[in-house]
Each structure stands twice: as structure tokens, then as C-alpha cells.
T-cell receptor, first 114, second 114 residues
Framework: EAAVTQSPRNKVAVTGGKVTLSCNQT?????MYWYRQDTGHGLRLIHY???????EKGDIPDGYKASRPSQENFSLILELATPSQTSVYFC?????????????FGSGTRLTVL | GDSVTQTEGQVTVSESKSLIINCTYS????????LFWYVRYPGEGLQLLLK?????QKGSSRGFEATYNKEATSFHLQKASVQESDSAVYYC???????????FGSGTKLTVEP
């Protein structure tokens, strides 16, 4: 069954440390996205990609980098983690529909930065 | 910029009663946006419930309906008779007409009481 898998499910990091969140999709979708969700807020877009080798900035990219080494994998990198980056992170792949693509989400990664 | 507003953070309804979850949007991009409802059931990932890409049209799925009202800039989610299994968090979202990026509302947690 096609799926979007995120790892790790939970992560505790120290301030100033490097954190890498991984996402793998078996949907064969070109588009992939990283969102974060904080209590009382909707999902906010951090970075996205239209295919291997491409990354684009979303609405809140500061403090984050993204890497898309292959069709299947899309990573979110926090080079110098800060407590304000404590959040739940969601990865999604998009079917690239001509109008209004559908997104398929992973189960999320809960990141705590101490 | 484009945005979505859900005014109710939590809604509690008795089983077999009717439901409406409010959603209004603001879109500044050219053309009419595409509108979506996504849902997260307990223990599951976020998934598409329904979408409507044409103003004035209605979308439906699993007994839920939503009508794209461009005059009122609304996309309320309704169901005539809810079940316990409908308990979940519901997110309204939009994408600009010419751009495959989703903007989410803050979500409404629905609890259906037996």
C-alpha cells in the first residue's frame, strides 16, 4: 500500500544541535511537502519540492533546510535547533493533479528542543 | 495573502444530531481558490475528506457535504446525522487556483457523544 513514512516518530534534541527529519514516500509522487503544526494553529508550510534535486521555500523557511536526493526521500534539516522549533512536523506527498492536487500525509514527528 | 479561518476549536455533538463546522477563507491570488476538507481520525494521518474546485459546487464524502460559496467566501462542512466514528479533527484548507500549495485552518476537534 502506498504510504508516506516519517522517522523518527519522536525526537528530543538540545539547543544548538543538528536535527534531521526524514520522510519516505512510495506513492511515486513528484511533489513533497514539509509542514509544522503548533497548538492552536493550522499546518504551516516550511519547504516543498517538485522532484529530485529541487527544494523551494514555503511560508516559514527560516531556520530550516530541505533536501530531496531522490523521488522517494525528502528530509528536513535543522542545523542549529532552537526551542521555538519544538513542534509536530508532517511530511506529505502530492499527486500533482492538474487542479487541486490531493496530499497524502505521514503520521508526524514530534520534536522537542530543550 | 491567502488564509482560512475556522472559528470553533472544539465542537461536541450528540450522536444522530446534525453538525456544521464553519470555514471562511480569504484569497488574494488570481481566480477562485480550490477548497478542501481534510480529517485526522484518532491514531491516523491527515487525509482528504472532500474537495471542490468550482465556485457554487458541492462536494460530498462519507455523509459530509460542503458547498463552495464565493459570495460569502465560505466552505462550511455539514452532516445531517453524526456518528461516534466521526469523532476527529477537521481542517479546512485552500490552494490558489494556479498554485499547488495548501493553506490550512487551525482545525476543529469534533467529539460525538453516544
Amino acid at each position: 500500500e502506498a504510504a508516506v513514512t516519517q522517522s523518527p516518530r519522536n525526537k528530543v534534541a538540545v539547543t544548538g544541535g543538528k536535527v534531521t527529519l526524514s520522510c519516505n514516500q512510495t506513492n511515486n509522487h513528484n511533489n513533497m511537502y514539509w509542514y509544522r503544526q503548533d497548538t492552536g494553529h493550522g499546518l504551516r508550510l516550511i519547504h516543498y519540492s517538485y522532484g529530485a534535486g529541487s527544494t523551494e521555500k514555503g511560508d516559514i523557511p527560516d531556520g530550516y533546510k530541505a533536501s530531496r536526493p531522490s523521488q522517494e526521500n525528502f528530509s528536513l534539516i535543522l542545523e542549529l535547533a532552537t526551542p521555538s522549533q519544538t513542534s509536530v512536523y508532517f511530511c506529505a506527498s502530492g499527486d500533482g493533479g492538474a487542479r487541486a492536487e490531493t496530499l497524502y500525509f505521514g503520521s508526524g514527528t514530534r520534536l522537542t528542543v530543550l | 495573502g491567502d488564509s482560512v479561518t475556522q472559528t470553533e476549536g472544539q465542537v461536541t455533538v450528540s450522536e444522530s444530531k446534525s453538525l456544521i463546522i464553519n470555514c471562511t477563507y480569504s484569497a488574494t491570488s488570481i481566480g477562485y481558490p480550490n477548497l478542501f476538507w481534510y480529517v485526522r481520525y484518532p491514531g491516523e494521518g491527515l487525509q482528504l475528506l472532500l474537495k471542490v474546485i468550482t465556485a457554487g459546487q458541492k462536494g460530498s464524502s462519507r455523509g459530509f457535504e460542503a458547498t463552495y460559496n464565493k459570495e460569502a467566501t465560505s466552505f462550511h462542512l455539514q452532516k445531517a446525522s453524526v456518528q461516534e466514528s466521526d469523532s476527529a479533527v477537521y481542517y479546512c484548507a485552500l490552494s490558489p487556483s494556479n498554485y499547488n500549495v495548501l493553506y490550512f485552518g487551525s482545525g476543529t476537534k469534533l467529539t460525538v457523544e453516544p
